[in-house]
């Protein structure tokens, strides 16, 4: 299946395209000139992330959040055991356990 266009339209398409990414590029290089004739050096390390660093910050946000889970499944049944047991007591001492 060919263009809608027939060869026409693919060059007026490819020509389009071409454009619209120049004009990111210039939008892009623009924001940079800025940033740094500003002086906002944050700005410029935020753009220039690359994907390793983003999986780093992934990983590490998990490893957070297993860390909290696993706080959490060692603190709870400590806490639900401690009334538990003082509540056992109670009951025992006051006579109600037999």
Known sequence: MGSFGGPGGAVGGAAIGTAMMEQGA??????KVDALTSGDVAA???QDRSGFDAVIDGIYRVLWLLGIGMALWFVLPWIWAKSHVKK????????HGK
């Not at 210039?26 to 924001?31: D, F, S, T």
């Open 88 to 95: 056992a007591v109670a009951k025992h001492i006051n006579g």
């Open 26 to 31: 210039h939008a892009e290089i623009e924001a």
């Open 44 to 46: 410029l390390i935020a």
